[in-house]
């Protein structure tokens, strides 16, 4: 089963830049449309960056002209450029396929994600 280790988050200010990177356990990246997600406090893990295995980039309003998602096949990693950051971008950011990928539990299937990486925007 594919294993996903998202790191790079941390602390940064207002304005500043980090770069999120997201291992791949398996050669999975250049046959899988894949994604970042973000998770803040009280809301839904939502898809903010997507790459396709066409190489095709899509991304959500809030995030459009400052996030730049791309990866590198070879080293099955996807990667999140992230400038401009502002306080509202602060979440746990997690990678995976468009759609997530599954993982059967007792029976039922249900959403594997990995353990994420933190990103905090303050002064």
């Known amino acids: 089963q594919v294993q996903l280790v998202e790191s790079g988050g941390g602390l940064v200010q207002p304005g500043g830049s980090l770069r999120l990177s997201c291992a791949a356990s398996?050669?999975?990246?250049?046959?899988?449309?894949m994604g970042w997600y973000r998770r803040t406090p009280g809301k839904q893990r939502e898809l903010i960056a997507a790459?396709?295995?066409?190489?095709?980039?899509n991304y959500a309003d809030s995030v459009k002209g400052r996030f730049t998602i791309s990866r590198d096949n070879a080293k099955n990693t996807v990667y999140l450029q992230m400038n401009s950051l502002k306080p509202e971008d602060a979440a746990v950011y997690y990678c995976?396929?468009?759609?997530?990928?599954?993982?059967?539990?007792?029976?039922?299937?249900?959403?594997?994600w990995g353990q994420g990486t933190q990103v905090t925007v303050s002064s």
């Open positions: 995976n396929r468009d759609p997530p990928f599954l993982r059967t539990i007792g029976g039922r299937e249900y959403n594997y």
């Open positions: 398996e050669n999975i990246v250049s046959i899988s449309a």
């Open positions: 790459i396709t295995n066409g190489g095709n980039t």
